[in-house]
């Protein structure tokens, strides 16, 4: 097994070259785009730059670590990643790479050219990474699982891995609270929580709670900056398809022809639509909402930053369980 020391090194130097123009990184970005219609050039580089920046820098790695008591013993764990954004899965690999298990990885369809340039990648640099991180197609033998997708599939993934140790996520989703004092510059940020990613990711604002009375013709003005979101032929077709559902059940919306804001008590909205409900206490929606194993993070003031949302620290586990503690406990 690798030192920490070691792996420590290896990680800040993956976080250089994903800030870098290497032609070999630049390519595989290329690859990755062309190998899904979601994975726009600037969804790739918002996902690459932000873990390269918020996670793989030494003194935050080593900041991160201290708070832990690694196992001397490495064990193996499969992975079973999601593929909605680009790298989403690149933080529970960092965390097994980190503890010094074995990793065993099933990669999504949907992302899988970056996260096997980056492993390859450290492979080159560390030949002994070639057989402490492999890429599989079939988990078996593993000594515990961590698994991310649908809450249909967490199901079978529950009845699969029920005999060892493991960690098991499902849908999640971002809400937004709004009180009305909010700044045209926090709104302006709050829209990149909103439509970066297209909205696919669970750190994506879906729903927004605003004080019964607020006006949301101020929030389409300020959307107008996402505008272009409509020219993606996959996000207007979404677009297209919710705009006549509502016109033929003569459902009331918004729109400023880029996104539809629909009245809705449900966090979770499809592609191209935005839900918000009113509320008249604050305190109240706020102890109703925290702890919900349905929503990953609540944007506000108060909460996390407006425009914050999408770039979650090394400490902001998925879905609220310590993945670290987890594999330190093995």
Avoid at 45 to 68: C, E, G, H, N
Avoid at 69 to 85: E, Q, Y
Avoid at 146 to 153: E, L
Wanted: aromatic share 12%.
């Amino acid at each position: 097994m690798l030192s920490l020391n070691n792996r420590i090194d290896l990680l800040d130097k993956l976080g250089a070259y994903m800030r870098s123009d290497d032609e070999q990184w630049v390519q595989a970005q290329y690859r990755a785009i062309s190998a899904n219609a979601w994975f726009t050039p600037d969804a790739v580089k918002s996902a690459a730059t932000s873990i390269a920046i918020d996670f793989l820098q030494r003194d935050k790695l080593q900041a991160w670590v201290s708070k832990y008591t690694l196992p001397t013993t490495p064990r193996l764990v499969g992975i079973v990643m999601a593929g909605n954004i680009p790298l989403v899965g690149f933080h529970d690999m960092l965390c097994g790479f980190i503890c010094g298990h074995n990793l065993m990885l099933k990669l999504s369809s949907k992302d899988e050219v970056l996260m096997k340039h980056l492993v390859g990648k450290l492979a080159e640099w560390e030949p002994q990474i070639a057989t402490q991180i492999q890429i599989s197609e079939m988990l078996k033998g593993c000594d515990a699982y961590i698994a991310t997708g649908s809450n249909n599939t967490a199901r079978y993934f529950e009845q699969y891995f029920a005999r060892f140790p493991h960690l098991i996520r499902k849908n999640r989703t971002s809400v937004a609270i709004l009180d009305g004092t909010e700044s045209e510059e926090q709104l302006i940020a709050l829209s990149g929580d909103i439509f970066s990613y297209f909205g696919l990711g669970c750190r994506n604002v879906t729903q927004l709670n605003v004080p019964r009375g607020y006006d949301l013709t101020k929030l389409i003005d300020v959307f107008d900056r996402y505008k272009d979101v409509i020219n993606h032929n996959k996000y207007k077709n979404n677009f297209d398809y919710y705009l006549a559902i509502y016109l033929l059940n003569k459902v009331p919306y918004l729109t400023n022809e880029s996104i539809l804001l629909v009245e809705n008590e449900l966090p979770f909205s499809a592609v191209a639509v935005l839900h918000y409900r009113y509320y008249d206490d604050k305190e109240t929606l706020a102890q109703s909402m925290t702890g919900r194993d349905d929503i990953q993070c609540i944007v506000g003031n108060g909460y996390v930053p407006f425009g914050a949302a999408q770039r979650p620290q090394l400490d902001d586990y998925p879905d609220g369980v310590d993945t670290m503690a987890f594999l330190c406990g093995l």
